[in-house]
């Protein structure tokens, strides 16, 4: 086994080829020893180059509204006025504090998500 740093897309779908190959290896064989250094050094290059960022909050709260067939009165409890509720969703508004503790709460949106940079 040579171990040795994924560089390229071409050097990951080789990666990807071989993990195929052992990734039923038994637990203390060689083969498995390198399917796990093989899964890292996959992880590392996607985390690199592919990384998936959380999503705006407003985009993870009207996801959630979707999730959850909400409409916009039904954000008020965790907003405010509808007004209020309006220029959040249009981006006209930064959520505050307690907007992101109530939302969080009440619709179980993540605080990584609702504590993104906004568009």
Known sequence: M???????????????QRLELIFQAEI????????????????????????????????????????QNLSASDLEAYIGSSGRVSEVLNYKRPLSLNMIKRLHNGLHIPYESLLADVK
Do not use: C, H, S
Not at 2 to 16: G, Q, S, V, W
């Open 2 to 16: 040579t171990i040795k740093p994924i560089r390229n897309d071409a050097e990951l779908k080789t990666a990807f």
């Open 28 to 67: 203390g064989t060689p083969d498995a020893d390198e399917m796990e250094i093989l899964v890292t050094l996959i992880e590392a290059y996607e985390n690199k180059y592919y990384a998936i960022t959380p999503p705006d909050p407003i985009t993870a709260i009207k996801f959630r509204m979707e999730q």
